[in-house]
């Protein structure tokens, strides 16, 4: 991994520049890799001599009961450690496979950022302050218990029911004991809630790096997918509602929206910087994506061009030409190297000349509309107010002022008109998305190598002085944390009342569907909600129940899949294997009885948009072997289609009929309703 040091244009298009940017984070997913439980843990361990893969490796661990623990580990060379010290587990998967190698019952389960731990009673206390906007130490050593995860990916509702219960629960109890009581716990409320929030966003760059980096595939297209769309959704109020089908496009769509801005936010950084006469150089990510980029200045230009006119829109850090602090600055600076026109060279090449250059600013590229300042080199608490902006401005109004948009019109058309000025001109003030810029930083930071350890020193502590959050741990001891979490999970996966007896409730919880209607359901949750908890409703996992269990299991996959299908092109021929489509048709006839509305709908559209005889009837047979009042009118809905020819009308006619498989069009050699009309 390099910096790249580049002043203005150079010699790289607008072009390359977009091209660049537009290699996010979440890059194309690889393929499921074939898995195989062995009595220890199996680990792809990198070799040193790959540059592709040196940075990650992946290791698998199977936990009794039919699960698995797939851990991602990065090589932190930018953290100063001991050699063996280099590889930190960073992130953990639970999938639970039912004991066997089909993908298709597999489920995942829980996922564990291993730098995310419970916080001390000292910071907990600190997090309930209001107005307190800084952090006041570290967390020194893991707990022993096993680590928090952050959330389960097969039960993403139970995370918006909890905030509706909290919301309930603080209306009743809390907020009628005054303001310093409400103030208090919105305070703590909103620090938990961001704390968690970081490590969802760096838990989904190390995902995605390392997929980018072309490591052993750890998850399957759907899977990864699956991951990083229910982790995006946990930034919307009810984002755990959405359902699979809709994850997938709503990860695609803020991929799109985050790859623009990026690109946006490069060469607007880059332009200012050259219209101003300073540096601008990417800081680029271990898969070579810029997600931050640093200003710097010549010292000799700050000595000549005194008085020199500058605009710090975009830029939003003072005029370097009348601070006379950069005359003769004690802080840090480098040294290098230029030809005659301005292109950065090494120190050997020929004509080279050496400048002294000052660091100015580091920005990150994710806002919306403009650069967002991360550090001022020279005034801490530029970025520190900007931090402080929207926390303050929503404090203030709703813990002090008692405002709410919802029952105060003066200050609803107020905060509107605000909110909408600060995004239309991209105002770097109440940014909602500064926390994910952060986030990424601090993960930049750990695994960058090639920044000279006194920047990447300076950068980290200005850093750590910018943070709000006082449950916040800094990288070399969150380091250090994810170690001692990591072997405290190890050690819960090996207890037969540990990982293993949670896995067996979870899935007794999974069959309460099978079990009950709709109307129970509701009923079970309510005492669930009421009991705080301590009441949940399992069923008896008997071999029946299991069998049950894998059947809904495999259901799911297959109706997901066909639904994706049939959303997904005009042709399903040309993007789609017509056998793995008729394989899902296929399951989802054998037992009809589970299949959903949603099965009936794929199934028809799907027959729609094929000229594949086998597959056409695939479709019919599944929806006249269904129950449901909606796989007969998806049958009636297709013999009334006037698109469809006559010979296969007859067909859907004589499946809605329940006349069986017989079909009109044996007796001229099975050939499709189209070969027939032509020899009318």
Same mark, same amino acid.
């Given at each position: 991994?390099?910096? %790249? %040091?580049?002043?203005?244009?150079?010699?790289?298009?607008?072009?390359?520049?977009i091209?660049?940017?537009?290699?996010?984070l979440?890059?194309?997913?690889?393929q499921i890799?074939?898995?195989?439980?062995?009595?220890?843990?199996?680990?792809?361990?990198?070799?040193?001599?790959?540059?592709q893969?040196?940075?990650?490796?992946?290791?698998?661990?199977?936990?009794?009961?039919?699960?698995?623990?797939?851990?991602?580990h990065?090589?932190?060379?930018?953290?100063?450690?001991?050699?063996?010290?280099?590889?930190?587990?960073?992130?953990?998967?639970?999938?639970?496979?039912?004991?066997?190698?089909?993908?298709?019952?597999?489920?995942?389960?829980?996922?564990?950022?291993?730098?995310?731990?419970?916080?001390?009673?000292?910071?907990?206390?600190?997090?309930a302050?209001?107005?307190l906007?800084?952090?006041?130490?570290?967390?020194?050593?893991?707990?022993g218990?096993?680590?928090?995860?952050?959330?389960?990916?097969?039960?993403?509702?139970?995370?918006?029911w909890?905030?509706?219960?909290?919301?309930?629960?603080?209306?009743v109890?809390?907020?009628?004991?005054?303001?310093?009581v409400?103030?208090?716990?919105?305070?703590?409320?909103?620090?938990?809630?961001?704390?968690?929030?970081?490590h969802i966003?760096?838990?989904?760059?190390v995902?995605?790096?390392?997929?980018?980096?072309?490591?052993?595939?750890?998850?399957?297209?759907?899977?990864?997918?699956?991951?990083?769309?229910?982790?995006l959704?946990?930034?919307?109020?009810?984002?755990?509602?959405?359902?699979?089908?809709?994850v997938?496009?709503?990860?695609?769509?803020?991929?799109?929206?985050?790859?623009?801005? +990026?690109?946006?936010?490069?060469?607007?950084?880059?332009?200012?910087?050259?219209?101003?006469?300073?540096?601008?150089?990417? =800081?680029?990510?271990?898969?070579?994506?810029?997600?931050?980029?640093?200003?710097?200045?010549?010292?000799a230009?700050?000595?000549? &061009?005194?008085?020199?006119?500058?605009?710090?829109?975009?830029?939003?850090?003072?005029?370097?030409?009348?601070d &006379?602090?950069?005359?003769?600055?004690?802080?840090?600076?480098?040294?290098?190297?230029?030809?005659?026109?301005?292109?950065?060279?090494?120190?050997?090449?020929?004509?080279?000349?050496?400048?002294?250059?000052?660091?100015?600013a =580091?920005?990150?590229?994710? !806002?919306?509309?403009?650069?967002?300042?991360?550090?001022?080199? +020279? #005034?801490?608490?530029?970025?520190? &107010?900007?931090?402080?902006?929207?926390?303050?401005?929503?404090?203030?109004?709703? !813990?002090?002022?008692?405002?709410?948009?919802?029952?105060?019109?003066?200050?609803?058309l107020? +905060?509107?008109?605000? #909110?909408?000025?600060?995004?239309?001109r991209?105002?770097?003030?109440?940014?909602?998305?500064?926390l994910?810029?952060?986030?990424?930083l601090? $993960?930049?930071?750990? $695994?960058?190598?090639?920044?000279?350890?006194?920047?990447? #020193?300076?950068i980290?502590?200005?850093?750590?002085?910018?943070?709000?959050?006082p449950?916040?741990?800094?990288?070399?001891?969150?380091?250090?944390?994810?170690?001692?979490?990591?072997k405290?999970?190890?050690?819960?996966a090996?207890?037969?009342?540990?990982?293993?007896? &949670?896995?067996?409730?979870?899935?007794?919880?999974?069959?309460?569907?099978?079990?009950?209607? +709709?109307?129970?359901?509701?009923?079970?949750?309510?005492?669930n909600? $009421?009991?705080?908890?301590?009441?949940?409703?399992?069923?008896?996992?008997?071999?029946?129940?299991e069998?049950?269990?894998?059947?809904?299991?495999?259901?799911?996959?297959?109706?997901?899949?066909?639904?994706?299908?049939?959303?997904?092109?005009?042709?399903?021929?040309?993007?789609?294997?017509?056998?793995?489509?008729?394989?899902?048709?296929?399951? $989802?006839a054998?037992?009809?009885?589970?299949?959903?509305?949603?099965?009936?709908?794929a199934?028809?559209?799907?027959?729609?948009?094929?000229? *594949?005889?086998?597959t056409?009837?695939?479709?019919? *047979?599944?929806?006249?072997?269904?129950?449901?009042?909606r796989?007969?009118?998806?049958?009636?809905?297709?013999?009334?289609?006037?698109?469809?020819?006559?010979?296969?009308?007859?067909i859907?006619?004589?499946?809605?009929?329940?006349?069986?498989?017989?079909?009109?069009?044996a007796?001229?050699?099975?050939?499709?309703?189209?070969?027939?009309?032509?020899?009318?």
């Open positions: 991994m390099r910096l %790249r %040091r580049l002043r203005g244009l150079g010699s790289i298009s607008h072009l390359g520049y091209s660049l940017s537009l290699l996010f979440f890059s194309p997913l690889a890799a074939s898995r195989a439980q062995t009595p220890s843990s199996q680990s792809d361990v990198a070799s040193d001599s790959d540059p893969t040196k940075l990650f490796r992946l290791e698998t661990v199977p936990v009794a009961g039919g699960a698995e623990l797939i851990t991602i990065a090589r932190t060379e930018g953290l100063q450690s001991e050699a063996d010290q280099k590889w930190i587990p960073l992130v953990t998967v639970l999938r639970d496979t039912l004991g066997d190698l089909d993908p298709e019952n597999d489920r995942l389960r829980y996922l564990w950022p291993l730098t995310y731990t419970r916080p001390t009673v000292k910071q907990r206390l600190a997090g302050i209001p107005f906007y800084t952090r006041i130490g570290n967390k020194r050593t893991a707990s218990k096993a680590p928090p995860p952050v959330m389960d990916l097969a039960a993403p509702e139970r995370q918006v909890e905030k509706v219960f909290w919301t309930a629960l603080k209306n109890l809390i907020d009628p004991y005054g303001a310093p409400k103030a208090s716990s919105e305070s703590y409320r909103r620090n938990i809630a961001d704390y968690r929030k970081s966003i760096r838990a989904l760059s995902l995605s790096l390392y997929q980018a980096m072309n490591g052993p595939a750890a998850f399957s297209d759907s899977e990864m997918a699956e991951i990083q769309g229910r982790l959704l946990t930034n919307t109020a009810f984002g755990g509602l959405v359902d699979d089908l809709h997938q496009r709503y990860y695609e769509k803020q991929l799109t929206g985050i790859r623009d801005q +990026r690109g946006h936010n490069w060469e607007l950084l880059r332009q200012r910087a050259e219209a101003e006469s300073l540096h601008f150089e990417p =800081l680029q990510m271990p898969d070579g994506t810029a997600t931050h980029a640093m200003l710097w200045v010549a010292k230009d700050v000595a000549s &061009k005194q008085g020199h006119p500058y605009s710090g829109r975009f830029l939003n850090i003072a005029a370097p030409w009348s &006379k602090r950069l005359i003769d600055w004690k802080g840090y600076s480098e040294t290098r190297y230029f030809d005659a026109e301005n292109r950065p060279v090494t120190e050997e090449t020929a004509g080279a000349r050496a400048v002294e250059m000052i660091p100015l =580091l920005y990150g590229l994710d !806002n919306p509309k403009i650069p967002m300042l991360l550090v001022d080199f +020279r #005034d801490t608490l530029n970025p520190k &107010k900007r931090e402080m902006s929207r926390r303050a401005l929503e404090d203030v109004t709703k !813990n002090v002022l008692a405002l709410s948009p919802f029952g105060d019109l003066s200050y609803f107020g +905060r509107t008109v605000f #909110d909408f000025v600060t995004g239309r991209g105002m770097d003030i109440n940014q909602p998305s500064r994910r810029t952060y986030s990424q601090k $993960l930049l930071l750990s $695994l960058n190598d090639s920044l000279n350890p006194q920047l990447r #020193d300076q980290d502590d200005r850093l750590e002085k910018v943070s709000l959050n449950l916040e741990n800094d990288l070399a001891v969150e380091a250090r944390l994810a170690i001692g979490q990591y405290a999970l190890m050690a819960y090996r207890q037969a009342d540990g990982l293993p007896a &949670k896995l067996d409730r979870d899935r007794r919880s999974e069959m309460v569907p099978l079990e009950h209607g +709709r109307t129970a359901q509701v009923f079970l949750r309510v005492a909600i $009421l009991s705080l908890g301590k009441y949940a409703h399992r069923e008896k996992a008997t071999p029946e129940m069998a049950r269990l894998d059947v809904a299991r495999r259901m799911s996959y297959h109706t997901r899949l066909l639904r994706k299908i049939s959303k997904s092109t005009p042709q399903i021929e040309v993007a789609w294997d017509l056998d793995e489509v008729k394989r899902s048709l296929q399951f $989802l054998q037992h009809a009885a589970e299949a959903d509305s949603g099965a009936a709908s199934a028809a559209k799907i027959f729609m948009l094929t000229e *594949d005889g086998d056409r009837r695939a479709c019919l *047979d599944t929806l006249s072997r269904m129950n449901r009042g796989a007969k009118d998806e049958l009636l809905r297709l013999s009334e289609d006037k698109r469809l020819d006559p010979a296969w009308k007859a859907v006619v004589s499946y809605l009929n329940k006349s069986g498989p017989e079909d009109p069009l007796s001229s050699g099975n050939k499709t309703g189209a070969d027939r009309v032509e020899q009318r």
